[in-house]
Structures are given as structure tokens and as C-alpha cells.
């Protein structure tokens, strides 16, 4: 049994449906990659299966440890197991990123997490998770929270968005950490070079999976399509072709 | 003396050191109610106190060029369920000269008390000041507090003030601070409460940019819950090149509070620039679902956002 079972979701948002019929498994300590061109529903798979407000499915089921997320609240998902790195991650004021890598896991020590995403644990540590962080080092803090939660499944949405050219093997490193570690991981991603460190992946497409398979023939399949913005239709006939 | 001992047992409770009130190289001024209970003067500080019928009048001088390295403790406080302090302050930090202050306001166990202040504060040129005041007015909401405040920051001298009433009940609370700074001078005036109950919570702050390339920011962070009020104003003037402003207020209301902001902003130089942003609601949706993707229920996410805020 897969740890991630997601079957025939379906989810509508004001009036319009972004996820139609999807499918998709997961299995333990797999990587899936999910490719799609913007708007073809990838953030918003990821919140439907975290839980986030406003993202209830209308239809399908999704089975995590063999347990229907369905009724579960956001926090109930996140103690069995799984957790969420945002695209754009959120920034507060007043906790120190110690203090937030340490959430939910109380007695951690965050220095190891913090080196481990390319970060001084002196340096930054101390510092306030707000404003004063640059969008690449708030997303290498996010990483690093996730990370010391020890997840059983997480999902990642671009998690190199935002990271400079030369860090972002150190943050393929981490991402592979996850899957040492024992967890999923749902890596949500533009960039085919992270696609390809992939165990598999699937291409999104209006809502839709429209293939599944090996990494290398999903990128080069998501490459062949010609959308800057998801139109749910482009795609098919690729798909159709396989 | 027990007046002393009340406010220093409170003082700890909050987590302080009563040992600043002994330590000799620490100068310090404490007043129950209209009671002049201790004070120490230190080189370079001056501090000239004395009993009104129903408060202190006092007069404090940080000598010119003097950089006093701990901070002076200002202990002020009613110990008793009744009461009323007035308490009339001038404050000078005279040319080149840098100190902190800690004011601690306590009124732990009032019921039904008024608390007055009326401050003047003179910063000189190329002074540099810290004010932090923190506030416990018990748990009853029987305090009627109000702070007001004249200050004047000379060219280049910079004042960073931070008032804080996050513990406790608030009772009453109406704070009006004006502050004119003059060239290449800063002013920062920061404020956080929390409103509990029936508490009622009027901020005005005044910013007055006069010189150029003087700089303030005014910032307001309010939490309200049950049926708190709060209304801040923040008052940002620039009249002079080169002088910046910002104007930032965030509050969080829960339950059947009430909150409202009034940023004013007022700019009569081509070169000046003022900013402001101002947030009312509950609390932010993606900070809320971060902390419980890491597994924190509602309430607990909740309460460590606003603590977080008010920190």
C-alpha cells in the first residue's frame, strides 16, 4: 500500500474546478516530482492534501498511512506525520528562527538544521523570522524547519525558488536528506534539473495527471508543451501520445 | 520599607533583578503612590526628586558627554487598591551624552487608581537615549493610565522609546506622545499592549520631522480580545529635504473586540517622504496554517502569533 493515495480528487474553487479527477500514489521514502506549466493546480494539490482553509475537495479521497485525511484538520495531518514547505513562505514577527525550527518538536537542536541548509546557526539563529530575511534565506529556513520536524511526508512546493544558482545543489542535497531521513517527499517544481533527482514524477496539466513515470521522459515530455500559463488543453495530445 | 518591598517583589515577579535597586554603580528613582521610597545618583547622572501632594516632580540630567553605561531604573507604581500618582518628569540628556532607561510601572493590586505622567524630555545635540517603560496593572482593569509626553530630539541625537503593557489587565490606557526632531536626528517610538476584558486603549503618537534628513518611525502593535478597544493614531510629519517617515501599525482582535488605526501623515517638503501601513483583523491565515502544518492547534498558533507580535 502506498504511504500517499490519492484517488479521483476533485476540487473547486469559487466556481471554478482546478483539480479534476486526479490520481496519484506515493510510496515510502519516495521523491515524486509533480511538473506543470503555472496554474495547472500544483499549489493547490499541495494545500488540498495539507488542509489549508479554503481547499476542501468536492469529491476523491485521500489516504495517508492508510488513514483518510478527509475530515482531518490541518494540525491533525501534521501530527500524523506530514507537513508543508510553502512556495512563499510566511514571516513573523517576534519568533526567532531557533524558536520556529524548534516548533513541534520542542527539545530539537536547530544548529545541525541550519548548517545543514547552508546557514550559520550563530549568525542566524537569533534573528527574527520577518522581514529582515531575504526570500532565499526565509525559504532556506523553511527547509530547515521541515526538516527537523522529521516528517513522514512532505511537501515541498519550489523549494528552490528564490535560491541562488550556486546553492541550489546544496538544497538538492537537503531535499534527498528527507528521503535518508525515511520521509516523501511531493517535490512541486518549474526547474527540471530538480525534477530529474526525482525517484518518479508526474505532469500536471489543467487539473489533471496527464503522465506518470521516470523522471527524464516526464521533463522532456513537460518541455515539449508550449504553455506559459496552464490552459488545461495544450498538454493532452502529449499525453494522449504516450 | 514595605512600599518598596511591594514594588520590588512585583518588579522580580515580572522578571527582574531587585538587586538594581541595591547595586551602587545603578542609579534608580522609586515612588509608591506620592512616596519617594529610594533613589541613587550616580557620576554623570542627576536626579532631583520630590513629594507633591499626590505624586513626584523630578528632575533628571545626564551630564554633557557622559555615557552611563547601565541603565537607570525608574520604578513607579501604587501599592496599594486605591490610589492616585502624579508624576511630573524632566528628563535632560545633555550634548554627547548616551543613557537607557528602564521604567517600570506597576499597580499590582489596584482596584481603582489613576496614574498620571507628564514628561518632558530634553535630548541634545549628538545625545543618544533608550526608554523602554513596561507596564503590570493587575489583573482587576481598575487603572486609569496617562502617559503624555513632550520631547525634543536635537540635530543628530537619537531617542528609540519602546512602551510595553502586555501582562495583565490594561483598565484605561490613553498615551499622547509628541516628538520634534530636528537634523539628522531619530526617532523611534515603539508601543505594544494587550487588551483583555473592557479595557479601553487610545495611542496618539506625534512625530514631527523638523530638520533635514531627520528620520522616525512610529510603530503600534495591539492585541484585543474579549471586548477590548483599542485606537491608535499615528501622527507622521516631514517638513524639511531629506526627511523620512514611517508609520506602521498592526493590531490582532479576537472575540468582540474593537480595533481601530488613524494614520495622518502630512508632508510639506518636495524632498521629505512619508510611509505608513496599517493592519486590522485577525490573525494572518498563512502565519496561522504555517505553525499548524508544524502540528500546533489553533489556539496554541494563535497565542504564539501574538506573543510573537508583542514581543
Known sequence: ?242 | MRELKILTETFQSLGGDPEVFQDRHIAHMAASGHRLVSQREIPGVTIDAHETGDGITNTIIIEKGKHIELPIHLCLGITEKTGIQRIQTRLVIEEGASASFLAHCLFPFVESGEHRMDATLEIKEGAHVRYNESHYQGTLGGMVVVPQAMVSVGPGAQYFSDFSLVKGRVGQLQIDYVVQVEASAVAELTSKVFGRGSDIIHIKEKIVLTGEHARGLIKTRVALEHDAQGEMTGIMEAHAKGARGHVDCREIIKDRAVGRAIPIVQVTHPEAKVTHEASIGTVDKKELETLMAHGLDPEQATELIVSGMLQ
Not at chain 1, 55 to 65: A, L, Q, V
Not at chain 1, 121 to 138: K, T
Not at chain 1, 213 to 229: L, M, V
Request: net charge negative.
Open chain 1, 1 to 242: 500500500m502506498p504511504l500517499v493515495d490519492i484517488q479521483h480528487l476533485t476540487c473547486e474553487i469559487g466556481g471554478s474546478t482546478i483539480l479534476r479527477d486526479l490520481t496519484l500514489s506515493i510510496e515510502e521514502q519516495e521523491i515524486h516530482a509533480l511538473l506543470g506549466a503555472n496554474g495547472s493546480g500544483k499549489s493547490t494539490l499541495a494545500y488540498v492534501l495539507m488542509g489549508c482553509e479554503g481547499f476542501t475537495p468536492s469529491g476523491g479521497t485521500m489516504i495517508f498511512k492508510g488513514m483518510d485525511l478527509g475530515p482531518l484538520p490541518m494540525f491533525e495531518r501534521a501530527r500524523l506525520g506530514m507537513t508543508l514547505a510553502w512556495q512563499e513562505p510566511a514571516r513573523f514577527e517576534g519568533i526567532t528562527v531557533s524558536n520556529f525550527i524548534r516548533l513541534g518538536k520542542p527539545g530539537v537542536d536547530p544548529a545541525p538544521y541550519l548548517t545543514k541548509v547552508g546557514l550559520s546557526p550563530e549568525g542566524y539563529g537569533p534573528r527574527f523570522v520577518d522581514r529582515s530575511l531575504s526570500g532565499g534565506e526565509r525559504k532556506r529556513i523553511e527547509l530547515a524547519a521541515v526538516l527537523a520536524l522529521k516528517p513522514r511526508f512532505a511537501i515541498l512546493d519550489e523549494p528552490t525558488a528564490g535560491i541562488d544558482m550556486l546553492s541550489v545543489q546544496d538544497m538538492m542535497n537537503v531535499i534527498r536528506s528527507f528521503k535518508e531521513d525515511g520521509a516523501s517527499v511531493l517535490l512541486i517544481t518549474h526547474q527540471e534539473t530538480i525534477a530529474l533527482m526525482a525517484d518518479h514524477a508526474s505532469q500536471l496539466c489543467g487539473g489533471r495527471i496527464i503522465a506518470s513515470g521516470h523522471p527524464k521522459d516526464i521533463a522532456d515530455q513537460y518541455k515539449q508543451g508550449s504553455c506559459i500559463r496552464c490552459d488545461g488543453e495544450r498538454c493532452l495530445p502529449f499525453a494522449t501520445a504516450r
